[in-house]
């Protein structure tokens, strides 16, 4: 079937849509139509709508999804603004109940966006969901949505007893009642990019809500392809400076202002003190002191600079929490998972 005919009939803005999904691009051209396409050919009984925020981008890619589809609800900016802003801005406009977070390097199944909505309904619409996570080349599984460490480093799951309770939802592909994303209050803006999806989903733990990863569906995805790096590459993981410091500096954020205490006091000067070490290690093997600087000072340094907001914040979380300190951790894995890639991938290509 065509897909302007897919498109009038699921894509109907004159229809009050069940499903709002949310597409952030920057110098997306090159994958959108993937994207965009997946949505439109989704197996399901009810309208949705397709939204997406250009992040200033330059590539003519405002251009083409205006020409190409003229359905989908366009929302440019101005300026780069980052993945928090792009997104609260669409689910901001978005009219459906639920809203699907979309990376504009992610292929749906066609039957993920029903697969979603009837695990929501199971569930009161209450929690967030993700899917089955497969690499968009190889086609092979990625994760069954994700554990975390005790510093906040991703671990993904591959077991089936975990699909009812894994610690969070990547980004990439995250299913969400619209009103528990306002409950919630949507991302930190000042996250920028990167934890986001890390801080949303230990969010709607502590407050009592589930993260969960239907059985089946899933969804492909170009890793790496939005910011750079995050990635093996040839049996070695390769990452960049600029995506580390975001990374350990939004990881080090979420790590103040969710965990319950006395858990929080004792993790975070742990926390501060391995990530000194490791900068000093990795500056000294790599002869690049510049790591040192760039990612682990500079994000030590902004913890500092937002230690009012954090403090602040942080009181308003903890007293939204609805769940004991053994329930909140209980989707953890306590192996550092530094460690085991380090022993996997030796020490990582950092550029």
Not at 42 to 54: A, G, S
Not at 176 to 186: R, S, V
Request: aromatic share 10%.
């Amino acid at each position: 079937m065509p897909y302007m005919e897919l498109d009038k009939q699921k894509i109907n803005p004159k229809k009050k849509p069940i499903c709002s999904v949310c597409i952030a691009n920057y110098n997306g051209i090159e994958v959108i139509d993937s994207a965009i396409l997946s949505v439109m050919m989704q197996d399901c009984n009810f309208p949705i709508e397709i939204i997406v925020h250009d992040d200033s981008s330059s590539d003519g890619s405002v251009e083409y999804i205006h020409k190409k589809y003229p359905t989908v609800k366009i929302i440019q900016s101005t300026c780069n603004v980052g993945f928090c802003i792009s997104n609260n801005r669409m689910v901001s406009a978005a009219r459906g109940e639920f809203i699907l977070l979309l990376n504009n390097d992610a292929v749906l199944f066609k039957d993920a966006i029903s697969t979603l909505y009837d695990k929501s309904r199971m569930l009161n619409n209450a929690g967030i969901l993700s899917l089955n996570q497969y690499d968009y080349k190889t086609e092979e599984l990625i994760d069954r949505g994700i554990l975390l460490d005790p510093f906040l480093n991703t671990v993904p799951n591959f077991k089936n007893s975990r699909l009812s309770n894994v610690s969070m939802a990547i980004g990439a592909c995250l299913w969400i009642p619209k009103y528990l994303w306002e409950e919630i209050g949507g991302f930190p803006e000042w996250f920028h990019t990167l934890g986001e999806d890390m801080y949303i989903c230990c969010l709607a733990r502590l407050m009592g809500y589930p993260i969960k990863i239907p059985e089946n569906s899933g969804f492909l995805h170009m890793v790496g392809n939005s910011i750079g790096g995050g990635k093996v590459v040839n049996n070695r993981l390769s990452t960049r400076k600029a995506r580390r410091a975001l990374s350990e500096r939004n990881k080090s954020f979420v790590m103040i202002l969710i965990y319950p205490s006395p858990f929080f006091q004792v993790a975070i000067l742990l926390h501060i003190l391995l990530l000194l070490v490791e900068g000093f290690v990795l500056s000294l093997v790599k002869k690049d002191m510049d790591i040192l600087c760039s990612i682990y000072l500079t994000s030590l340094k902004a913890i500092w600079n937002e230690r009012r907001r954090l403090y602040y914040l942080r009181r308003r979380i903890q007293s939204m929490r609805k769940i004991t300190s053994q329930k909140f951790f209980a989707p953890f894995t306590f192996l550092p998972q530094k460690v085991v890639m380090l022993v996997k991938y030796g020490i990582p290509e950092i550029k």
